[in-house]
Antibody, heavy 122, light 107 residues
Framework: QVQLQESGPGLVKPSGTLSLSCTVSGGSISNYYWGWIRQPPGKGLEWIGHIYYSGSTNYNPSLKSRVTISVDTSKNQFSLKLSSVTAADTAVYYC????????????????WGQGTLVTVSS | DIQMTQSPSSVSASVGDRVTITCRASQGIRSWLAWYQQKPGKAPQLLIYAASSLQTGVPSRFSGSGSGTDFTLTISSLQPEDFATYYCHQGSGFPFTFGPGTKVDIQ
């Protein structure tokens, strides 16, 4: 059974960089796409972006200038960096795996991490 | 961006009721539509993918239909564990987007 676990600081200062990792267990990171989704407290879901195990990425244009998603196949991990954060970036951040993707489309996320709350505050 | 709308935004229902939630995409997304259930403090759980395919392990009282721009999630007989928020999600084109959610609570 594939399991995903987010890790990283729960508090980031304004203008700083949010850095999270997602460790995949119970299966290989190879041959799949992997994504990040966030949810501000009490609000809906926002897709941040995803990465193929080979390293190709797609980002949400609303965040593209600030986001970097990378993968480390040797550690079975992928990571998220979001720069120049503000209070608007306070959210629960989830890592997730799409059930199936073509090069441009995906069928939804069937495996999710438990989520980690990141608060942006001084 | 493809905008997703859901109706209703909330519904009060009783155990045993049939509940229908609709989702509309601002442009055609063929069948690249998924539905999720989310309970407080938990990650979303995939219910339906490809608009009408039931995810493994999901009870058969959940069903999905539609293609193009209009989609429906139906719960045929609401159970106590089904009280939650439901989201639709389009994976047709970047950026992927989610509907605003429909909260199903106890009448």
């Amino acid at each position: 059974q594939v399991q995903l676990q987010e890790s990283g600081p729960g508090l980031v200062k304004p203008s700083g960089t949010l850095s999270l990792s997602c460790t995949v267990s119970g299966g290989s990171i190879s041959n799949y796409y992997w994504g990040w989704i966030r949810q501000p407290p009490g609000k809906g879901l926002e897709w941040i972006g995803h990465i193929y195990y080979s390293g190709s990425t797609n980002y949400n244009p609303s965040l593209k200038s600030r986001v970097t998603i990378s993968v480390d196949t040797s550690k079975n991990q992928f990571s998220l960096k979001l720069s120049s954060v503000t209070a608007a970036d306070t959210a629960v951040y989830y890592c997730a795996r799409p059930k199936y993707c073509s090069s441009t489309s995906c069928w939804g996320f069937d495996y999710w991490g438990q989520g980690t709350l990141v608060t942006v505050s001084s | 961006d493809i905008q997703m709308t859901q109706s209703p935004s909330s519904v009060s229902a009783s155990v045993g009721d049939r509940v229908t939630i609709t989702c509309r995409a601002s442009q055609g997304i063929r069948s690249w539509l998924a539905w999720y259930q989310q309970k407080p403090g938990k990650a979303p759980q995939l219910l339906i993918y490809a608009a009408s395919s039931l995810q493994t392990g999901v009870p058969s009282r959940f069903s999905g239909s539609g293609s193009g721009t209009d989609f429906t999630l139906t719960i045929s007989s609401l159970q106590p564990e089904d009280f939650a928020t439901y989201y639709c999600h389009q994976g047709s084109g970047f950026p992927f987007t989610f509907g605003p959610g429909t909260k199903v609570d106890i009448q």
